[in-house]
C-alpha cells in the first residue's frame, strides 16, 4: 500500500490535476494506492471568509458562494469532456446547493458555531476530490471515492478536535482488508465525531489525513506531493540559493516544521514515526526530482545541520519579581493558567537566579495570556513581589536544526557570530531538548537578514561577509567597484570572502541597503551592485537621500553590521574628521583621503590611538604613491627596529610629468595639455601649488617616525606669479650642466644641500627641503619620467636605500591600492 497526498496548488486548477492524474497512473502500476487531496488553492480561505460574513449578516457572502460555484463549474469545463460532465456538475450543484442551506442557518442565527465552520470548510476537499473522481472515471481508470468522515473520527480535547486513535486505526484497517480496488480517492482534513457530525483536523489537515491512511493501512510508503522540490535549508524566497534537504530524520523534520517550515506540517511526521513508514516530499510539477525523504536514519548531512526555519507572529512574556528567588511555583502555575486558557507554550527561557523568566506565544493569544496570568497572580503583584506579566510583540523565531546539536562543538557560536556580524540583536535564545535545534527570539524586521546571513555561515561556499560602504563614487569609486565586481569570484573561491556594497554616497545622496545596494534595472531582475556600471550607480544616488551633514555616517553607524569597512574616495576634510567615529563603532577605514594623516600631530596620534583602542583596522597606503608599496616599506622598516636617516622624494605624478616634458617653451600650454590627458586635476592649481606634495611629504615623514606638523615644512609655493621667466632660467642652466629639473622633497637627519629652488626648515634634527631641484645623470631620479613618482629610502639597514619607482596616480592605480587595503583588513 501507498499513500500519496497532493496539497492545494497541485489541484489548482485543470493542468495541474493532468499532472496529478499522470503522477497516479504511473503510482498505481506499482501498488495499490490510496490519494488524499486538498481543496483547490484558495477555496478553505473563501469558505472560511463566506461564513464570518453570513454570521455577520454581509449580504455579500452569497456572490462569494456564486463566484466559488463559478470557479469550481470552469475547472469542470477545462478538465473533464463535455460528455462525461454531467453527473459532475449536477453534483457541485447539489454540494453548493447544501453549502447555501448551511450559511443561509448562520445567517439568520448570528452565530457561526466551531461545527458550522468545520462544516463549510469541508466543502472544499469534498468538492475537489469528487472533481478527480470524476476526471478518473472519464478516462475509465477503476477507482473508489471514500469519504474520510466514515473513517476518521474525532473528539474534543482541550477545546480541539483530537483524532481518536484506536478507532480510527481499526476503521481504516477493517475498510482497506475488505476492499478490494487498486485506487482510493480520499478527501483529506475532514474527520466526524461519534455523532456523525463534519469535523476537521484543522490547518494542515490533509497531510494529517494522509497519515493516519499510512498508519492504518501499514503503507510502504508516504509521499507528499507539493509545489516545490522536498523541504529546503531555508525558505527559498528569502534565501534564493536555498538547497534541497534530500534526508532528514523524523525529528529534525518535526523540528522543522515545528518552527515555521510549511511544506510538511507537524502532525504528519507523529504518526508514521513509531512505524517507520519513510515520509517522501516531492513537487508535483517535477515529478523526476528525488524531493526529500523523511526517515529513520538518514545519512549525515553537512555537519549535521540540516536546515534553518522561522515563525512569525510570536510575543514575549516577561515575569519578574524579587518574591520568585527560592520560592517553588511560581513557573508551574503560569504554566497551568496558560494551559488552561488553550494557550500554547512555543518557548521558555529563564535565569539561573530564578529572578526572570521568558516565554514565547502565538501573538494571538498575547492579550489572554496577560489577562489571564495577572488574575492568577494578583495578591502577589498587590504586594510587589511579582511584577505585573509584560507583554512584547513584533517577535520570530529562528531555528537551526541539525542532529546532536548539543554535541557539535562550535555550531551555537557560529550562527551567533554570524548574526553579530549582521549587527541583529538576539532577545531570547533556547536549545530544544531533543538537542535537534537551536532557537533565538529577534525582532520580525530582522528576520529575512537572519535567516541569509545563518544560511550563508552554513549552508553557502562563499565565505565571510565583508560589508562596504563608499564615500565618493567618481573616477576612483567607480574603478574599485569596477575590480571589485571583476575579481568578485577570486575573493569568494580563494579568500574566502564575500564582499558585498551596503552604502554608496557622493557630494548630495546617498543610500545604504543591510543586503547589499541593488537597482531594478529594466527587463532584468534586480542586480547586486558589483554588477553595476558607473551609470548604474549615478541612478542609484540619484533617487537616493540627501546627503547633508553627518547622515550618511549615522546611518552607517546605526546599521550595526559587523565586519564593515569605510572606503573613503574623496578629498573631503569633513569626511576625514568622521573616521575617529567610524572606529567607536568598531568601523575599519581604507582611504586614499591624505587630509586625516595631515592634519595636526594630536589628530594624527588620536587616529592611531583610538583604532588601536577599539581594535579597529585603519589602511591608508594610497595616501602617499597610489598602489606603490611606500607606506607599507616604511612600516617594514621601523618595525624591524631600523631607523629611517634619509627620505627623497618625487611625490607628484602632475609635477614630474610637466617638468620632464617641458622643454624651455610655453609652460602654460604644457600644462593645459596635462589637463586634457587627465593628469591634472580639473583645476590645475590644485596640483601647481604643491600642497598634495606636502600631504604626502608629511604622512610619510611622521611614518618614518618624525613628528612633524605642515607649518614645519615651511614651502613657498615656486609656480604661483610669473614663474616662467625664473622656470626657464633653471631649465637652461639645468641642461647646460647635463641635469633635469624634478620636484623632489627631502629629509635628511644630516645638513643637507639646498635645492635649487626650495625653502629648508630645520626641525628634531633634520633638514627638510621641498621644490624643484636639478638632478644629474648619476642621480636614480634622473631616468623618472612622465607621471612615475620615486621614492629613496636610506636607514641605518639599507644605506644605500631603497628605491620605489612607478606609477603614483591614475584612478585604477589608486583603486588597485584602495582594494588591496580593504584586503588586508
Not at 531555528?399 to 550562527?415: F, P
Amino acid at each position: 500500500m501507498q499513500v500519496l497526498k497532493f496539497g492545494g496548488s497541485s489541484v489548482a486548477n485543470a493542468e495541474n490535476i493532468n499532472r496529478v492524474i499522470a503522477i497516479v497512473k504511473k503510482k498505481i502500476k506499482r501498488d495499490k494506492t490510496a490519494v488524499v487531496a486538498s481543496a483547490i488553492s484558495g477555496a478553505t480561505d473563501a469558505l472560511i471568509q463566506i461564513g464570518k460574513r453570513a454570521q455577520l449578516q454581509d449580504d455579500s457572502y452569497i456572490l462569494q458562494i456564486e463566484a466559488l460555484y463559478q470557479r469550481h463549474i470552469e475547472l469542470i469545463k477545462d478538465l473533464i469532456p463535455e460528455e462525461d460532465s454531467a453527473p459532475i456538475k449536477s453534483e457541485c450543484k447539489e454540494l453548493f446547493g447544501k453549502l447555501r442551506e448551511i450559511c443561509n442557518g448562520v445567517y439568520l442565527l448570528k452565530e457561526l458555531s466551531p461545527l458550522s465552520l468545520d462544516h463549510i470548510m469541508s466543502f472544499g476537499e469534498i468538492l475537489s476530490t469528487k472533481i478527480i473522481s470524476s476526471k478518473l472515471k472519464s478516462l475509465n481508470i477503476s477507482h473508489v471515492w471514500k469519504d474520510s468522515r466514515s473513517l476518521i473520527k474525532t473528539e474534543i480535547s482541550a477545546g480541539a478536535n483530537v483524532i481518536k486513535k484506536e478507532e480510527t486505526e481499526n476503521n481504516i484497517e477493517k475498510y482497506f482488508n475488505s476492499a478490494q480496488n487498486n485506487l482510493y480517492i480520499l478527501p483529506g482534513f475532514i474527520a466526524s465525531d461519534d455523532q456523525g457530525r463534519t469535523t476537521t483536523l484543522g490547518r494542515g489537515g490533509s497531510d494529517y489525513t494522509a497519515s493516519i491512511l499510512a498508519v492504518g493501512t501499514q503503507a510502504r510508503v508516504l509521499e507528499i506531493w507539493t509545489d516545490v522540490n522536498g523541504m529546503m535549508t531555508a525558505d527559498p524566497r528569502i534565501v534564493p540559493e536555498a538547497k534541497p534537504i534530500r534526508n532528514i530524520s523524523y525529528k529534525e523534520a518535526l523540528e522543522l516544521s515545528h518552527f515555521g517550515a510549511k511544506v510538511v506540517y507537524p502532525p504528519t511526521i507523529q504518526p508514521v514515526v513509531k512505524q517507520g513508514i519513510p515520509i517522501y516530499v516531492k513537487n508535483t510539477f517535477d515529478p523526476e526530482d528525488g524531493g526529500t525523504i523523511i526517515e529513520k536514519n538518514p545519512p549525515e548531512g553537512i555537519g549535521k545541520i540540516r536546515g534553518i526555519s522561522s515563525s512569525d507572529k510570536i510575543a514575549l512574556l516577561s515575569m519578574e519579581g524579587s518574591g520568585m528567588v527560592g520560592v517553588p511555583g511560581y513557573s508551574s502555575r503560569l504554566f497551568d493558567v496558560l494551559s488552561q486558557n488553550n494557550i500554547n507554550i512555543i518557548l521558555i527561557t529563564q535565569a539561573s537566579s530564578v529572578h526572570t523568566m521568558c516565554i514565547a506565544i502565538p501573538e494571538s493569544d498575547a492579550a489572554k495570556a496577560k489577562k489571564a496570568a495577572d488574575e492568577l497572580f494578583a495578591y502577589e503583584i498587590s504586594l510587589g513581589k511579582v511584577d505585573p506579566l509584560k507583554v512584547e510583540k513584533g517577535f520570530s523565531i529562528i531555528s537551526l536544526v541539525g542532529d546532536d546539536l548539543k554535541n557539535q562543538s562550535g555550531a551555537s557560536g557560529r550562527m551567533f557570530d554570524a548574526l553579530g556580524r549582521e549587527g541583529i540583536n538576539i532577545r531570547a535564545i533556547a536549545q530544544g531538548s531533543s538537542e535537534k535545534n537551536v532557537s533565538t527570539v529577534l525582532h520580525t524586521e530582522d528576520v529575512k537578514a537572519a535567516i541569509r546571513a545563518i544560511h550563508k555561515e552554513f549552508f553557502s561556499g562563499k565565505g565571510r561577509r565583508i560589508n562596504l560602504f563608499f564615500a565618493g563614487c567618481g573616477t576612483v569609486g567607480s574603478a574599485l567597484i569596477d575590480m571589485i565586481n571583476r575579481q568578485h569570484d577570486f575573493i569568494s573561491d580563494q579568500l574566502g570572502k564575500d564582499l558585498v556594497i551596503c552604502g554608496l554616497s557622493d557630494s548630495k545622496n546617498y543610500i545604504t541597503a543591510r543586503d547589499g545596494v541593488k537597482i531594478a534595472a529594466e527587463k532584468k531582475e534586480n542586480k547586486n551592485i558589483k554588477e553595476l556600471s558607473k551609470d548604474d550607480i549615478k541612478k542609484i544616488l540619484a533617487a537616493g537621500e540627501k546627503n547633508s551633514g553627518s547622515n550618511y555616517m549615522e546611518k552607517i553607524c546605526d546599521l550595526n553590521l559587523s565586519n564593515s569597512i569605510f572606503v573613503d574616495c574623496t578629498s573631503s576634510k569633513s569626511i576625514a574628521g568622521t573616521y575617529v567615529d567610524l572606529f567607536h563603532h568598531k568601523i575599519a577605514v581604507a582611504t586614499c583621503n591624505k587630509i586625516a594623516n595631515s592634519l595636526s600631530c594630536d589628530s594624527y596620534k588620536e587616529l592611531f590611538d583610538v583604532a588601536r583602542t577599539e581594535g579597529t583596522k585603519y589602511k591608508y597606503e594610497t595616501t602617499v604613491g597610489a598602489a606603490l608599496p611606500v607606506i607599507s616599506t616604511v612600516k617594514q622598516i621601523v618595525n624591524s627596529g631600523d631607523k629611517i636617516r634619509k627620505i627623497e622624494g618625487i611625490l607628484s605624478g602632475t609635477l614630474n610629468y610637466l617638468l620632464s616634458n617641458y622643454n624651455g617653451k610655453d609652460f602654460s600650454a604644457l600644462v593645459e595639455k596635462a589637463r586634457r590627458l587627465g593628469y591634472t586635476e580639473p583645476d590645475p592649481r590644485t596640483d601647481l601649488s604643491g600642497t598634495d606634495v606636502l600631504r604626502k611629504f608629511l604622512i610619510l615623514s611622521r611614518e618614518a617616525g618624525y613628528t612633524l606638523e605642515m607649518k614645519d615644512l615651511n614651502y613657498t609655493p615656486f609656480f604661483e606669479g610669473k614663474y616662467e621667466a625664473q622656470l626657464k632660467k633653471l631649465y637652461d642652466d639645468a641642461t647646460k650642466s647635463g641635469k633635469k629639473l624634478r620636484f623632489v622633497a627631502k629629509l635628511n637627519e644630516a645638513p643637507a644641500a639646498k635645492s635649487i629652488h626650495a625653502v629648508t626648515s630645520r626641525k628634531q634634527s633634520c633638514n627638510i627641503s621641498i621644490g624643484i631641484d636639478a638632478v644629474g645623470a648619476q642621480h636614480p631620479f634622473y631616468n623618472v619620467e612622465g607621471s612615475d613618482n620615486a621614492i629613496i629610502l636610506t636607514s641605518d639597514y639599507y644605506p644605500q636605500g631603497i628605491l620605489i619607482r612607478g606609477a603614483g596616480a591614475g584612478a585604477r592605480q589608486t583603486a588597485s591600492g584602495l582594494f588591496n587595503d580593504i584586503l588586508s583588513i
